[in-house]
């Protein structure tokens, strides 16, 4: 893999990101709040695949790889992330159609699905909570983010070159 073609893939990472966790049932929700998490998390996704994956074929780069970043929430969710939940399950979906929709241009699209990663977005989550996520991990501990970006790179690079609109769990285990 070239260096413009990691550069392309690094892009689509870090855009990945949570902006916001508001709960859609709370009294406090509102149709704004909600839209812009969507927005956020969903359209993000959307618009810097789109424009990846434009540069790519503009550029005829081959072997090109995507990597959307959802969340195992998107399949073993809580109370209060409905929002999150959704988007995060929405843009499973949306990576296996841009896969199917981008692999005739040589360009694989995934997603990755972590599971509780030790990250500033999670020192956030109440020690209580944290306890319980680590006694139901088959490996006892929260993961960290250089085991999330050791799945990213391999998922990037050439050594997964026939993995395409997979989901892959990154959890320790988790249930
Ligand atoms: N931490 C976890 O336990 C966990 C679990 C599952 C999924 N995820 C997902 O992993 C991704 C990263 O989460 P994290 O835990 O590293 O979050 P984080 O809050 O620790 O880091 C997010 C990063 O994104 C950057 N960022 C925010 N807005 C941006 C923008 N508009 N453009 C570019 N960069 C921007 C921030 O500066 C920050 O460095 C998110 O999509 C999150 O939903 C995290």
Do not use: W
């Amino acid at each position: 893999m070239t260096y413009k073609e990691l550069d392309l893939v690094l892009g689509e990472v870090h855009a990945a990101c949570l902006m916001g966790m508001e709960q859609v049932i709370a009294a406090d929700c509102n149709l704004q709040a909600a839209e812009a998490t969507a927005r956020e998390l969903g359209s993000g996704h959307i618009l810097v695949t789109q424009q990846f994956a434009k540069a790519m074929i503009e550029h005829n780069i081959k072997g090109g790889s995507i990597v959307n970043i959802s969340s195992i929430v998107a399949k073993m969710n809580n109370i209060g992330q409905a929002n999150y939940a959704a988007t995060k399950a929405g843009i499973i979906s949306f990576t296996e159609v841009a896969a199917k929709e981008f692999g005739k241009f040589g360009i694989r699209v995934n997603a990755i699905m972590p599971g509780y990663i030790n990250t500033p977005m999670s020192e956030v989550v109440p020690e209580k909570i944290k306890e319980q996520i680590v006694v139901c991990c088959p490996m006892g501990r929260m993961g960290e983010p250089t085991e999330v970006a050791e799945v990213i790179a391999f998922l990037a690079s050439d050594k997964s070159s026939y993995v395409n609109g997979a989901a892959i769990e990154v959890t320790g285990g988790l249930k």
